[in-house]
């Protein structure tokens, strides 16, 4: 049975004499299982290079390439055409995968050809290089007609499918016959996907140890501590196959041993991945760092705002820690920015994707356009829950190219939308997104040698911001930061506006409440004193930043022992923030709640019940059931119970601190830590259970009434929000 040859290929160059058997060119091969016909089909193997030889691991792709792929392959009968994407950063091994493939199967297919598919003129060039090699038309319209008609199975690779704007599907060729295998940076090509897509990420531990002990040129087995140094560069360098390639290079050539590598990295990074590999370098088209450099180029020639805010996005990025960004952060600190007025230096230090957005509607087009854009060309990883996440290297890289005058000015932009997002109110939400920020605070802070004090020469500015970042740090139970920011703040205040100024005397007092979490009472003691005197002096006794100060004053003496002053300034002060700010104000409830304390262990239990009980249904209207100040108040209110034998309604307050403060402040913090330490002892028995109980009180104490007596929540204009909102 004699077939039909598609134009331009006859039956003397190629022919089909019997169900059984093929001719290709001048020889005649039978089908037979051991025959060179079933041994040797493949024809046409235009492909540029062969894998590279320290090609290692990738087993599950190469599994599903096969699976998928392959004529023979069961999962995918042979009723469309099979199109396979892989796609993932640039320096993943995309195309060595592909080279893999093609070496390891090429008896499956007639023809394998291989197009640049980086360009609509590079795709066309590709076909015409197919025409030449078969005896073809040298017209791309005349090839992919011939592959649709063609009866021999035959793959095409399209490698480096990576700008978004190019359109890849006018290049395939028709009809159900064919493998097509795509290479891309960007995702959305999985549009065009048959038979599956592979996001190709960083090596396996062990795969990427081999690979750096191949390219550096180890061949013996190594030994124990050579094995873990290579790990420790393999984790250094994010499992990154192309990094990894060019470190066993660097390894090779005699710059350094495999255990010296992490020193010179750290001092030598940007010079390391720009190098180029000498051999091998046809494995390899870039550098680490030229392969991002082409997608950022390719960025910069869109004429688009989302091109621009995308290249400014990146920087930002870059000052952020690596994992976890959360993209709830740019609406925050725009409506912070919109809501209130700010500083001409906060304002200046803005992306412009924030200051082109309305002031009165939040508009997350923008922002989405942008991160859709980085993730075109996989710089960028976006999950479900909007967290954004980079590759260690491409975060380094981002930072290495920028100039010092750019990285300032980014740094600035990165602090400043940071501390703009922090909110102070205190609704599980607002618990959640600080701590998810935390990490993004270190990175930006430690970025520079005087972390925020950098910028000590803005004054207001940097103490706002100081402020903000110690909130995070006190919520987080990190004591140690917070402390060291609120001392300088302390420090700088005094030397620019003197110790009386109701700014300095502010952030003295927000000192002395971190001195008392951090157990420190002498200094509590002393500090609130000289408050206490100072805002006497130059604000009045009745002054509300007085009565805050006596409050804490109130709770020093009961802590050093000296009770009866204790109660009689408390009582003091309730009464004073009764008549002026009224029943239910936040402030007037935690004197209150310091007051029932105090009746308590002066004996005075009934009274201090009804007080606490009050507190608590009070602060459940005003702040919400599950803020800190409210859940303290029911802490306090499980004592009560406790002391009047009321144990079972005791157990149930403990047991609702602990599931709210495991969901607000989440299971590790010291607060969840002690109430869950109470409650264990409770279930297990009353032997030490007073003892666990009042050890949790004090602990609670320490940090009691942080948020509506911090001085700087006042000043913030979310607590006039917050209070307009409650009142």
Not at 171 to 185: M, S, W
Not at 270 to 294: H, P
Not at 603 to 608: D, I, N, S
Request: glycine share 6%; proline share 4%.
């Amino acid at each position: 049975m004699s077939s039909s040859f598609p134009r331009g290929h006859t039956a003397e160059r190629f022919s089909v004499t019997g169900p059984a058997s093929v001719q290709i060119g001048d020889r005649h091969y039978h089908a037979g299982p051991n025959s060179p016909a079933s041994r040797f089909r493949n024809k046409h193997f235009e492909v540029p290079r062969n894998p590279s030889s320290a090609f290692t691991g990738r087993e599950e792709i190469c599994k599903q390439l096969q699976a998928h792929c392959l004529l023979s392959s069961k999962l995918n009968p042979r009723r469309q055409q099979k199109r396979f994407v892989i796609h993932g950063l640039g320096g993943s091994g995309k195309t060595q995968v592909c080279l893999k493939f093609a070496q390891d199967h090429r008896e499956e297919f007639w023809g394998i050809f291989w197009l640049d598919a980086s360009s609509a003129e590079s795709l066309e060039r590709s076909y015409l290089q197919i025409a030449e090699a078969c005896g073809l038309e040298a017209r791309m319209p005349v090839v992919k007609r011939w592959l649709a008609d063609l009866p021999e199975p035959w793959a095409l690779i399209l490698d480096n499918a990576d700008d978004p704007r190019l359109d890849i599907s006018p290049y395939f060729p028709v009809g159900n016959r064919g493998v097509i295998l795509i290479t891309t940076r960007n995702p959305g090509c999985k549009v065009h996907s048959t038979v599956g897509s592979y996001e190709l990420g960083a090596m396996t531990t062990e795969e990427a140890v081999t690979l750096l002990l191949k390219t550096a040129g180890i061949d013996e087995l190594p030994n124990q501590s050579t094995r873990a140094a290579a790990e420790l560069v393999v984790l250094t360098l994010g499992r990154l196959a192309l990094a990894i390639t060019h470190a066993g290079a660097v390894v090779r050539q005699g710059y350094c041993n495999i255990e010296e590598y992490p020193t010179l990295y750290s001092r030598r990074r940007q010079e390391l991945l720009s190098q180029k590999v000498i051999q091998g370098r046809e494995d390899y088209r870039y550098t680490v760092y030229t392969t991002w450099e082409v997608s950022r180029r390719m960025i910069e020639e869109i004429p688009s705002e989302a091109g621009q805010d995308a290249l400014e996005l990146l920087q930002i990025f870059s000052f952020f820690h690596y994992e976890g960004i959360p993209e709830e952060i740019f609406y925050r600190a725009w409506r912070d920015l919109h809501d209130f007025e700010q500083s001409d230096w906060i304002n200046l230090h803005q992306p412009k994707m924030l200051l082109r957005q309305s002031d009165q509607e939040w508009s997350v087009y923008p922002l989405r356009a942008a991160i859709s854009m980085l993730r075109s060309f996989s710089l960028i990883h976006y999950d479900k829950n909007s967290l954004i996440s980079i590759h260690p290297l491409v975060h380094s890289w981002i930072r290495d190219r920028m100039s010092a005058f750019d990285e300032d000015m980014i740094w600035r932009q990165t602090t400043t939308i940071i501390s703009l997002s922090i909110p102070w109110t205190f609704e599980t939400t607002d618990y959640r997104f600080r701590q998810s920020i935390m990490p993004h605070i270190d990175s930006c802070l430690d970025a520079r040698e005087d972390g925020i004090f950098s910028l000590q020469n803005i004054d207001d500015d940097c103490w706002t911001m100081a402020s903000n970042f110690a909130l995070v740090y006190s919520e987080a139970g990190r004591c140690l930061e917070e402390l060291q920011l609120r001392e300088r703040v302390v420090e700088l205040r005094k030397r620019t506006l003197g110790e009386e100024h109701p700014k300095t005397l502010d952030s003295m007092h927000d000192l002395a409440i971190s001195y008392g979490k951090a157990g420190r009472r002498q200094e509590v003691l002393e500090l609130i004193e000289r408050v206490v005197r100072g805002c006497k002096r130059t604000l009045g006794e009745e002054h509300p930043n007085t009565l805050d100060s006596l409050n804490i004053l109130a709770i020093s003496y009961r802590k050093a022992g000296r009770r009866q002053e204790a109660l009689e300034l408390t009582e003091r002060v309730v009464e004073a923030r009764q008549r002026t700010l009224g029943e239910e104000h936040p402030h007037t409830l935690a004197s209150i709640h310091a007051l029932g304390v105090s009746y308590s262990e002066a004996g005075r239990r009934q009274e201090a019940l009804e007080l606490t009980e009050r507190v608590v249904e009070a602060m459940k209207r005003t702040l919400g059931a599950e803020h800190p100040d409210t859940l303290s108040s029911i802490y306090a209110l499980s004592i009560c119970y406790s002391e009047a034998g009321r144990r079972q309604e005791e157990l149930e307050l403990i047991e609702r601190v602990v599931e709210a403060r495991k969901r607000t402040l989440g299971e590790e913090h010291p607060h969840t830590v002690a109430a869950a330490h109470t409650l264990k002892d409770l279930k297990e028995g009353p032997q030490n259970k007073s003892i666990s109980h009042r050890q949790s009180s004090n602990s609670e104490n320490k940090s009691r009434i942080q948020h509506p007596e911090n001085r700087s929540m006042k000043q913030h204009g979310s607590f006039i929000r917050f209070w307009k909102r409650l009142t």
